[in-house]
């Protein structure tokens, strides 16, 4: 009788497709309320001699069944997960997944990478209006109504504003220094990239440009933080760490004392290799700010001082990314954008070629 029941329940072993139907027999067979476990709660009734035989039989009973399920059990999870390897089969000799056809402009790249760099320092963006008044673009900076460095900056004006300002597409993002002064209690220390317009056009000017300014006003704030922070963001953005700068004595209306700087490089065999000595190359103009521009702005000069700078985004990105022609920048042209964008997503600093 052990032996038919042995080999009913064998069967149900082999014959469960899946873990659960296991389990169900195991429930059973060996569960609480299970066939064998019925027949061993029966053994109290038997005389002692008997009682050691059947308990012997039963547990010989419960161990094989016990073990058959375990061997099917493991069985039934190897083809578990054979199924599972084969439903998840991936070919990686496939071609990878087309690459987008987009590409990033490089002056979007290269603000992208200048902001990461100056908010390092401590820096915030702030941005200002296209269409500005002679008083932000040119008078609050210091430069008197009939100076010739007005002349110098080629703007583009536009019909008088209703109440008489006389308006103009901004020549610099310099009067983002100004709204930003006026509407900020020191410190100050921003960044402000921006579009720019000057009526010139050819291989190194275009009417529209971008900019970035930085402004920084606090109490001791001197031409040593100047330097510093210019030298340590011009070794950063051209990853070059021992790239020479030189600051040269210059004029603006709105900064003084000025300076522009220079970038060492080579121009040997008429290739331009930026971070080589023997030759300079001008990328900035800046300068502590004129203390006529503070009180402008309804800032104490004798207790604040500040500094300024200002550069061609543009400019950077061509020395860069070794770009020859600054037209090219909004030409549109889809070959000039694939070759010189950025992939999407990209890490800023990595040239896409
Ligand atoms: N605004 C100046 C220009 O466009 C650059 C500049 C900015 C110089 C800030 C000094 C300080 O030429």
């Keep these: 009788m052990l032996d038919s029941l042995k080999s009913e329940l064998l069967a149900a072993v082999a014959a469960a497709g899946d873990l659960s139907a296991l389990d169900e027999v195991r429930v059973t067979a060996l569960g609480k309320k299970g066939r064998v476990t019925g027949l061993m709660k029966e053994l109290g009734g038997l005389g002692a001699e008997e009682r050691r035989a059947r308990g012997g039989a039963l547990n010989l009973l419960k ?4 073990a058959a399920i375990e061997t099917r059990r493991g069985d039934l999870q190897a ?5 599972r390897l084969e439903a998840e ?7 990878a997944r087309p690459e987008a056809p987009g590409r990033i402009h490089p002056i979007s790249q290269t603000v992208d990478e200048l902001t990461a760099i100056f908010a390092e320092m401590g820096f915030t963006v702030a941005e200002g209006p296209d269409i500005e008044d002679d008083f932000h673009n040119f008078t609050a900076l210091n430069f008197p109504p009939e100076h010739p460095a007005r002349e110098m900056h080629d703007t583009f004006y536009l019909p008088d504003a209703a109440d008489g300002r006389r308006m103009l597409l901004r020549t610099h993002t310099s009067p983002v220094q100004i709204r930003t002064m006026l509407t900020a209690k020191p410190p100050i220390r921003v960044i402000i990239p921006g579009r720019t317009y000057r009526s010139d056009y050819d291989m190194t000017h275009t009417p529209m440009f971008h900019q970035v300014e930085g402004l920084v006003v606090d109490e001791s704030t ?3 933080h100047l330097k510093g922070c210019l030298v340590e963001f011009c070794r950063a953005f051209f990853e070059i760490d021992d790239l020479p700068l030189r600051f040269r004595p210059s004029f603006f209306p709105f900064t003084e004392p000025s300076a522009e700087v220079d970038i060492g490089c080579s121009r040997k065999g008429g290739e331009l290799k930026i971070g080589a000595y023997g030759d300079w190359l ?3 103009g800046c300068g502590m700010v004129h203390p006529n521009v503070l009180e402008n702005c309804g800032i104490d000069s004798t ?3 500040g500094f300024a700078f200002g550069m061609g985004i543009e400019r950077i990105a061509m020395l860069k990314y070794g ?6 920048f909004f030409e549109a042209d889809l070959r000039w954008l694939k070759h010189y964008g950025f992939v999407p997503l990209d890490i800023p600093n990595r040239a896409w070629s």
């Design 63 to 66: 161990d094989e069944i016990a």
């Design 79 to 83: 083809l578990a997960q054979a199924a």
């Design 89 to 95: 089969r991936i070919d990686v000799s496939l071609p």
């Design 222 to 224: 001197h031409m040593g």
């Design 282 to 284: 001008e990328i900035l």
């Design 303 to 305: 207790r604040y001082q």
């Design 323 to 328: 770009i020859p022609d600054l037209r090219t």
